[in-house]
């Protein structure tokens, strides 16, 4: 990493096309727009939402006194989520990215929605711990700030080292049959039932506003509005 802490940041730009012959441009997607140094940085996001959030996130690194590097325009905790090799180096590292200006429901929201699907992204690696364990392990240690982090208990730490060894390279969640484990783990409630729709939407957001899921599961975690149907479109950075 080549740090700076010269950050500059300014307003979204929206991209207008042109629809046909004596029609008006209309917006098809926006701009964030940054500088690191001197380097022009951006990132085109096909809504202004993800747009405004993606900015949000750049801005509160930069209060956090986050270094930003030179290179990607990335500051530290997004770099991090962005070389992350398996889903749940990603999926650690985005929490932490996320943490310090989330409120507590969306705090929350986050936590349950990557409980939900960290277990699944994993291969059949032996001495797998049951679910309940697996789930505590990520909500009270793994998806948790590491200065909040409380000692955790033998069969917790176990549950850490067999996830980190057994979880899928971020490249698998390209094969439709994990990105379909991983939505359709979204839609069910622990006893199994299906989740209400707004729940899905809720847990699904989340996965949609990860930035380095773009490209990769960007496509199954984007506007379907249930298991199984295609979105309609891949949010670039």
Not at 78 to 84: E, R, S
Not at 198 to 215: D, E
Request: proline share 7%.
């Amino acid at each position: 990493m080549n740090p700076s802490y010269n950050v500059k940041f300014w307003e979204i730009r929206a991209n207008k096309a042109a629809q046909g012959p004596g029609k008006p441009k209309r917006v098809v997607s926006h701009t964030v727009r940054w500088t690191v140094g001197t380097r022009e940085k951006s990132s085109t996001f096909r809504t202004k939402g993800l747009a405004e959030s993606y900015l949000s996130d750049l801005r509160q690194a930069a209060k956090r006194g986050e270094a930003f590097d030179l290179e990607t325009g990335l500051p530290e905790s997004m770099l991090k989520a962005k070389n992350a090799r398996t889903w749940y180096a990603f999926a650690v590292a985005y929490v932490e990215t996320r943490w310090p200006h989330a409120a507590a429901k969306s705090r929350e929201g986050m936590t349950d929605a990557l409980s939900n699907v960290t277990p699944v992204l994993t291969t059949d690696r032996p001495g797998r711990p049951d679910d309940e364990t697996l789930r505590r392990a990520l909500r009270e240690f793994a998806f948790v700030p590491a200065d909040r982090r409380p000692a955790p208990a033998p069969e917790i730490a176990a549950a850490l080292r067999w996830l980190e060894a057994a979880s899928l390279p971020l490249t698998a969640l390209e094969d439709a049959k994990h990105t379909r484990a991983a939505l359709e783990a979204l839609a069910l409630l622990l006893d199994g039932k299906a989740a209400a729709a707004s729940t899905y939407r809720r847990k699904r957001a989340v996965f949609h506003h990860a930035p380095g899921l773009r490209g990769r599961a960007g496509r199954a975690f984007g506007k379907s509005a249930r298991p199984g149907e295609a979105p309609p479109y891949e949010v670039r950075g």
